[in-house]
């Protein structure tokens, strides 16, 4: 529950996400005003999208970390989406919804991310990212196999899940040196 992102520290990272969210926010049908962050932390990644102009909020389960997106001017929630009433008072609510590399620690991100996906607006965009299992594999990289990552996930099962919670894959990609799966996505239309 106490997590800490290291990604602020990094000015080539803050960049690129800074070029990241604009291409997000342009993506949006209409003006985009407003983005919810799953797993906010401190709110570094909120402040880019405030910088941008919109409307942030978030949730964080650490009591301190969402004090401090707080004290910073977002409207962060302290707990997990599964455990808290948000979902139907921000039924269609955010223009953005969004979630870095923090996925891989829920304990059911299918049941997270179905939540998620009610705050979106029709024509809204998603932008969500976890690590990238098939580098870690193909590199060998075990030290990412760490305790507080309850999942892993390739683009093929990552996209499978995205689905599964009503979302509509835009564009997949891996990014930072293929790291990272960073997916672009919409609401599924209801059939």
């Known amino acids: 529950r106490e997590v800490i992102r290291s990604s602020k520290l990094s000015a080539p990272m803050m960049n690129f996400r800074r070029s990241q969210f604009q291409s997000v926010v342009d993506t949006v049908d209409g003006v985009a005003s407003s983005v919810f962050e799953l797993g906010c932390g401190d709110g570094e990644y909120l402040d880019i ?3 941008l102009g919109l409307e942030t909020a978030g949730i964080e389960g650490s009591v301190t970390l969402s004090q ?12 997990f989406l599964t455990e808290t009433d948000m979902p139907s008072a921000l039924s269609e609510r955010f223009d953005i919804v969004s979630s870095f590399n923090f996925i891989e620690h829920l ?9 998620l996906a009610t705050f979106l607006r029709p024509g809204g965009a998603a932008l969500l990212e976890v690590p990238n299992y098939d580098m870690i594999s193909e590199f060998h990289l075990f030290n990412e196999f760490i305790p507080d990552h309850r999942f892993y996930f390739t683009q093929e099962t990552f996209g499978a899940l995205l689905s599964q919670a009503g979302f509509q894959i835009i564009e997949s990609s891996a990014i930072w040196d293929s790291y990272i799966i960073s997916v672009v996505a919409r609401k599924r239309p209801l059939a």
């Open 68 to 79: 401090r997106g707080r004290d910073k001017g977002h409207d962060v929630t302290t707990g």
């Open 49 to 51: 999208f405030r910088e």
């Open 107 to 115: 304990p059911d991100p299918l049941a997270s991310l179905r939540e």
